[in-house]
């Protein structure tokens, strides 16, 4: 895959941790992918690991839509917790399809379509997105066997597919609420999510 490195790296304290931020390019895009690592990518176990998808509205503007916020938070703090793990941003927004899209979509959801359909209907797929990259960013930094952080089981079959060894995964449910619950079980019902929503905080 045409991705490379750039040679930047440095030390990312955090309230969480002190992780280490490396960049990944992607030449055929021209974006820049994040690995935030702790500790060493040798384990001793599987490396606990989160690919998380770019989300500005949630990340950044914590909306309630999604749960892509708290996801993200509760994933370093996993990964604080343990001691070593990466977290991988990948920047495929909105599913892959563009922050100008998802912006769309949301428009169509807000006139009562899901979030599936809101997708097809503007000519999209309900997730647009390749875990490839996620693969090569893993292999650069040596990690081969992961205990993922996910409750979406077509990453475990990407990653697997691209030679990453899914050796357990672990579900994140968390930011669960009025605003997305209906979205939530959407992901579950239509699109094979594993979230218990009942189980939420």
């Not at 895959?1 to 021209?30: C, N, V, W, Y």
């Not at 916020?69 to 001691?83: C, D, E, N, T």
């Amino acid at each position: 895959m045409d991705i490379s490195e750039i040679p930047s790296q440095a030390k990312l304290p955090t309230s969480f941790a002190e992780f280490q931020i490396r960049i990944f390019h992607e030449q055929s895009t021209g974006l820049d992918h994040v690995a935030l690592t702790l500790g060493s990518m040798a384990g001793p176990d599987p490396v606990l690991t989160r690919m998380h998808s770019e989300c500005l509205t949630g990340d950044v503007f914590s909306s309630l839509r999604c749960d892509c916020g708290p996801q993200l938070k509760a994933s370093l703090a996993a990964i604080a917790a343990r001691g070593w793990g990466v977290v991988l941003y990948l920047r495929q927004e909105g599913r892959g399809i563009g922050l100008h899209a998802k912006i769309q979509a949301y428009n169509l959801q807000d006139k009562g379509l899901d979030t599936v359909d809101a997708n097809l209907m503007l000519g999209h797929p309900d997730d647009a997105r390749d875990y490839q990259i996620a693969s090569t960013m893993l292999s650069a930094l040596g990690v081969n066997e992961v205990c993922l952080l996910s409750n979406n089981p077509d990453k475990v079959t990407q990653l697997a597919t691209y030679g990453i060894t899914v050796v357990d995964r672990l579900p994140l449910v968390v930011g669960i609420g009025e605003e997305n619950r209906d979205y939530l079980a959407t992901k579950v019902e239509r699109m094979g999510h594993l979230i218990k929503i009942d189980e939420s905080d």
